[in-house]
């Protein structure tokens, strides 16, 4: 692994090539972070200020492959000798699994303005100002860390919901350096009914800040998440029981379901970083005309958020070579969570042949 304590030097899109010092941080066990250079700026940041990347890297020496997943992802993928616990994807990444570590090396970061210790509203004592951040922003930084960590080309991006958008804006801006792109659940833009979904939970949980109820509205906006996250005949299946009655009212049997998901939310999420990066979701946009990358792409039959035929347009538009997948499933946007057989099944020979022809 490249040292992070001696100058390097870092390319940024158009912008020119700097000498950065670039030093080392801990945030938690087996994550590092870095300063992105003095050039690096947020597309929307009216006062430029220093930013820092957190990410984790592990796996072998071999192909680099960059994993990244929804707003609540971290850079802790799957369990490493740094830090045990088992990741956010442990399903798919780990020795003999989809994304093999014992072949690849293996790349994530926490998101620019999320939860996690890459810069955001937590990092700051006024997170209210944080500035909007773009996908192409992420894009831009994992340009950067890529340059820090002298990685010239990828190998692939496995992207899932939001960190799909970010592979292909990623695509798009760097069209020479991924080799391939994974990206689940992901198109090219928000559809306007995601984001009035997503409009309507942010404007609860600006409500709840302004009344000093943080966590209340935190957990009540990720609860109406999850009616659009899932799809119906899941809920038709978990939820038929009969209501129970409480004093003067009923309480139905998805209520504790919807309240316990927001409550495990509103414990370990910042709200404005929440505000952040649902807000980047409806700011995504990018031309499939510009992403060359050769490609695969995995829609679920059942996705709300990102529907069967945007993600089979988005297929048509891109520039390069393009493998089609559809998953034949009932957990909606959270396929990339929950169906590992399937997505096994995809990923494992798609980085295989990819490895075959780099």
Known sequence: MTALDSPVTVSLGSFPQTQTQARSHTSRP???????????????????????????????????????????ATAH???????????????LVGPGKAIDTRTFRVLSFDYLGGNGGSSGPRTTCEPASFPAVT?????????????????PHLHSIVGASYGGMVALAFGALFQNRPQHLAVISAADRSHPMATAWRSLQRRVVRLSLEHGCESEGL?????????????RDEFADRFTGPPRRSGTSFRFPVESYLESRGRDFSERFDAYAFLRLSESLDLHRVDPRQVTANTTLIA?????????????????????????HTLETRYGHDT??????????????????TEAIS
């Open 77 to 91: 993928v799957t369990a490493t000798s740094e830090n045990p616990s088992p990741g956010w994807w442990h399903t």
């Open 336 to 353: 990339f969570l929950k169906e590992t057989s399937l997505l096994t099944d995809i990923l494992q020979p798609a980085l295989e042949r």
């Open 135 to 151: 996908t192409e922003d992420q894009a831009r930084a994992l340009a950067c860390l890529l340059d820090l960590l002298e990685i």
């Open 300 to 324: 679920a039959s059942s996705d709300q958020l990102v529907t069967l035929p945007e993600m089979e347009t988005l297929s048509r538009r891109l520039a390069g070579p393009c493998n089609f």
């Open 219 to 231: 957990a009540l906006s990720r609860g109406l998440a999850m009616t659009t996250y899932r799809c």
């Open 30 to 72: 087996g994550l590092q972070t870095c300063e992105l250079p003095d050039e690096f700026t947020l597309t929307h940041d009216l006062q430029p200020q220093p930013l820092r990347l957190a990410f984790e890297d592990t796996g072998g020496d071999g192909p680099t492959v960059v994993v990244l997943g929804g707003i609540s």
